[in-house]
């Protein structure tokens, strides 16, 4: 890789945002980020585990078994604002065509697809002792797993056709038409009766959790996010290398 | 206009109408879509005539019972309106209790009882300590004692 002079680029007299847009821009910023976040997301993930553990009280209703919780809530959380930001870079790619948003697409399904089967596991493990049941065909469950597909057919497709910008595109437009099974999942709880107990933290209502409880889940989310923000930027840097190796690879002939 | 308004004008275009589509799909399958009928809904013939289906509701306080076999359980499930007798043969999940929230699949008997194949334990979205949900209680307690004197 070349070095990119980004000193000159900032003397304009206008702070040109576009250039983060630039592949080659992007990939040294990303690779100063990438030890932080993982740092920041080891330290919070351990603190959230230890709160979680450790601190919070048992529940009055399930025991100690609800401690689950602490991983089970953030990694759906996770599934389901990773899915949106994926559809979000994927519109972009299309409406500006710009490669970095296909590329960041691309990177974040993965780590999607994997919150979401943490979040459909560890809801299994939990519903055996609390419901009776390690799986029920209800809404939330049942879109939640659609979710899962969605992320697999995103990056299925991808893989399936050879064609890179084909390939961006068409999957970006999968992601799309996904998005919409995002708030189904999000309200399945209210709008049909399910055995999944509604949310206990949300935008509108006083969480439904002793405060201990809650801090621990909102600093594993956190590190969540920060894991998240790290592996994604990593995935971007390989996949910037590749396509970009393959385009100077065309160049030389 | 530009090419890329365009697109994105095809976009917000076609995204706004799958949600109208998808809007108008959840809607229609709003019945269809349930994981449970409540007693009322039996009562009304919503539910299935035969084949198996579930009902929820809370497990009526006091209607739990251990039958002489000493396999079968029997207890009632209420959502306040009606109520509906169900027996059951086979291990309670742990936080299966009297008040709480139960949804049961299984079959509506000839003698108006549910009998159940499996029996799954609903419960809230509330998480508290238990000494928080003693004083929540006792509060609630000393209100309804405040409203009879």
Known sequence: MKNIDIKSNMQ????????????K?????????IPWCLAGAAILIAYGLYLGLFVA????????????????VPAAWF?????????LYAGLGIVLNARLSYMMATAIAPTGAMFTLVALVTGSLWGKPMWGAWWVWDARLTSELILLFLYIGYFSLQAAIDDKSRADKASAVLALVGAINVPIIYFSVKWWNTLHQGASVSLMNAPAMAAVMLKGMLVMAIGFWLYSIAVILIRVRCEILERDSKAAMFRQD | MKARHK?????????????????LITKSFRSNLVFFFTPTQVEKGEAPKTGSFRIGGLVENGSLKRLPDGLHVQFRVTDTAKTMQVVYKGILPDLFKEGKGVVAE???????????????AKHDENYMPPEAAA???????????????
Do not use: C
């Open chain 1, 57 to 72: 009280p048992t529940d009055f209703q399930q025991g100690e078994g609800y401690r689950i919780i602490f991983v089970h």
């Open chain 1, 79 to 87: 599934s389901m604002f990773l899915y949106l930001l994926m559809a």
């Open chain 2, 7 to 23: 697109r994105f004008g095809l976009i917000a275009a076609g995204l706004i109408l799958l949600v109208i589509a998808t809007v």
């Open chain 1, 25 to 33: 821009i992007f990939y040294p910023l990303a690779g100063k980020l």
């Open chain 2, 106 to 120: 299984g079959k509506l008997g000839t003698n108006g009882v549910f009998e159940a194949d499996q029996v799954l």
């Open chain 2, 135 to 149: 004083a929540l209680k006792a509060a609630q307690e000393n209100k309804a004692k405040g409203k009879v004197i």
């Open chain 1, 12 to 23: 304009t007299s206008k702070f040109n945002w576009l250039q983060y847009a630039s592949p």
